[in-house]
């Protein structure tokens, strides 16, 4: 079954950068889409961004553009989110999402389209 294991999240001072990892074991196909969502205390999940690990095609909130950066290392199966130019409006838990066996990132992308979530990681910008 596919687990999605995220690691890399910590406090940071605001201007800071912080990168993020996302183990995806267990897919069938090489192709996925995985996603970064993110959540404050008492708010819903939040899209970050998202990319197809086959294309490598990637999607960003607004809020993120030119600041995060999402990647994939296809042969170790990790997805990264690279965030730079911190701020604590950045301040949530961050969960890596996995989409269906198979299928590709389409763009918006919502919590009900992920079926697999991982634990998530503190990111706190001070």
């Known amino acids: 079954h596919v687990q999605l294991v995220e690691s890399g999240g910590g406090s940071v001072q605001a201007g800071g950068s912080l990168r993020l990892s996302c183990a995806a074991s267990?897919?069938?196909?090489?192709?996925?889409?995985i996603a970064w969502f993110r959540q404050v205390p008492g708010q819903e999940r939040a899209e970050v961004a998202a990319?197809?690990?086959?294309?490598?095609?990637?999607y960003y909130v607004r809020s993120v553009q030119g600041r995060f950066t999402i990647s994939r290392d296809k042969a170790k199966k990790m997805v990264y989110l690279q965030m730079n130019d911190l701020t604590p409006a950045d301040t949530a838990m961050y969960f890596c999402?996995?989409?269906?066996?198979?299928?590709?990132?389409?763009?918006?992308?919502?919590?009900?389209?992920?079926?697999?979530w991982g634990q998530g990681t503190q990111v706190t910008v001070s």
């Open positions: 267990g897919y069938t196909y090489s192709s996925n889409c």
């Open positions: 999402a996995g989409a269906s066996d198979g299928e590709a990132c389409t763009y918006p992308f919502r919590e009900r389209d992920f079926l697999y």
């Open positions: 990319i197809s690990t086959g294309s490598g095609t990637t």
